[in-house]
């Protein structure tokens, strides 16, 4: 099946500061989700991009489908930002079937 | 703000006991997916259903776990008899074919 890498793993930054998650992928796919899991534990929808560029306020996210990558942007970062970030995508065989990468554990401190 | 929802939010049982968790989807989605999550494996696809019908359901141990939706707006999935290894958190999401997928608050099971 498709593998799904993330980096980096973990990842801490002080507030106000920039940062750049990636997420590589082995094959094509259909889909591209980033989610943010909030220490409650809820999965919460940031983009569906499986190709282009998308910005929702300080997050923005670009895949670029035929290197088989996608970056997530996370500027002028806050505390309510950490949590974990994933990855997720479904195979051009899949049938919408979510494949999750391992996740990038972000801390921002105050 | 149509969201999915599941039920219980929290589960602790002692194992061989039945345990069943329950669904709702957004109204109007046709694709229905449940995932575990762990430590260990992170996340997973346990099985998922289009116009309710099962498509897949690899992702589970068929002895013991079943998936079911005897309607459009409930889904379950049972485990007889639970194990300490089933401990998990169980997300239900819900979505269409090609889009995005809307995952409910999970039901944190822990089997003593």
């Known amino acids: 099946g498709i593998q799904v890498e993330q980096s980096p793993p973990d990842l801490i930054l002080q507030e106000g500061a920039n940062s750049t998650l990636r997420c590589n992928f082995s094959?094509?796919?259909?889909?591209l989700q980033w989610f943010h899991q909030n220490p409650w534990g809820q999965l919460i929808n940031l983009f569906y991009?499986?190709?282009g560029t998308k910005q929702n306020g300080r997050l923005s996210a670009t895949t670029v489908a035929t290197e088989r990558y996608s970056l997530l942007y996370i500027s002028s970062s806050q505390t309510t930002d950490s949590g974990v970030y994933f990855c997720a995508v479904v195979g051009g065989t899949s049938y919408g079937k979510l494949t999750f990468g391992q996740g990038t554990i972000l801390t921002v401190h105050p | 703000d149509a969201r999915v929802t599941q039920t219980p939010r929290d589960k602790v049982t002692e194992m061989g006991q039945e345990v069943t968790m329950r669904c709702q989807p957004i109204?109007?989605?046709?694709?229905v997916f449940w995932y575990r999550q762990t430590m260990m494996q992170g996340l997973e696809l346990l099985a998922y259903?289009?116009?309710?019908?099962?498509?897949?359901d690899s992702g589970m141990p068929k002895d013991r776990f079943s998936a079911e939706m005897p309607d459009a707006t409930l889904a379950t999935l049972k485990i007889q008899p639970s194990e300490p290894r089933d401990s998990a958190v169980y997300f239900c999401?819900?979505?269409?074919?090609?889009?995005?997928?809307?995952f409910g608050p999970g039901t944190r099971l822990t089997v003593l």
């Open positions: 109204l109007g989605h046709n694709t």
């Open positions: 991009i499986p190709s």
């Open positions: 999401a819900s979505g269409t074919r090609s889009d995005t997928q809307y």
């Open positions: 094959d094509s796919v259909n889909n």
């Open positions: 259903f289009r116009n309710r019908a099962p498509l897949d």
